[in-house]
Every structure is written in structure tokens, then in C-alpha cells.
Nanobody, 117 residues
Framework: QVQLVESGGGLAQPGGSLRLSCTAS????????MGWWRQYLGRAREKIAH???????NLDDSVKGRFSISSDNVKNSVFLQMDNLRIEDTAVYYC???????????WGQGTQVTVSS
């Protein structure tokens, strides 16, 4: 089993910044990618960023140039730096990890990000 604990959500003004953190614990040998999804109220989750164990990153077009993802393999953590926040970034952000031993996806509990003036 893998447990993911997120932190760093909250309230920010448009143009402001927040940094989300996610730390994984448990049986991590099979984990090969971690990242973030977000979910708007009443809508399905959408993937916005991921980083693989070899350091490759990917960002959705909706956040490119404003968000960045990084990881600390020693601390089993992944971070989402969110700059130049927009009102439409308001959502619940979920950390996830994909593993192949066994093959499954793990989810954090979600953290609310609210962008409002």
C-alpha cells in the first residue's frame, strides 16, 4: 500500500502563488510516476502535471508557463509550484502515484485551492 499526504492548498489572489506538496509513504518500490490532477466542482478530474522517477516532467497546456512540477526522490515527495494563479484554477487538487507492483493508482485526499480577490 502507498499513502499520499498533500499540503499547501489555500486561498490566493489572482496573480498570486501557492506551492503544493505531496509526500508518499509505504511500499514505494513500484512507483514510477507521481503528479497532480484537479477537479472542478461537479466535473471530472483532469490531469495537469506529472513527473517520472527519471525526472521527466509534463504539464497540461492549461498550466504551462504558470505551474511547474518537481520532485525530491530522497523525501519521496512531489511539488507543484503554482504562479500567476487565475480564478479558473480554483479546484480541489489531488496528488496521485502510479505503481506497477501491483498495477494501480494511488490518490491523496485532495487539497482545496481557491483563487479569489
Amino acid at each position: 500500500q502507498v499513502q499520499l499526504v498533500e499540503s499547501g492548498g489555500g486561498l490566493a489572489q489572482p496573480g498570486g502563488s501557492l506551492r503544493l506538496s505531496c509526500t508518499a509513504s509505504g511500499s514505494l518500490d513500484g512507483i514510477y510516476v507521481m503528479g497532480w490532477w484537479r477537479q472542478y466542482l461537479g466535473r471530472a478530474r483532469e490531469k495537469i502535471a506529472h513527473v517520472t522517477t527519471d525526472g521527466s516532467t509534463n504539464l497540461d497546456d492549461s498550466v504551462k508557463g504558470r505551474f511547474s512540477i518537481s520532485s525530491d526522490n530522497v523525501k519521496n515527495s512531489v511539488f507543484l509550484q503554482m504562479d500567476n494563479l487565475r480564478i479558473e484554477d480554483t479546484a480541489v487538487y489531488y496528488c496521485y502515484a502510479n505503481g506497477n507492483r501491483p498495477t494501480r493508482t494511488y490518490w491523496g485526499q485532495g487539497t482545496q485551492v481557491t483563487v479569489s480577490s
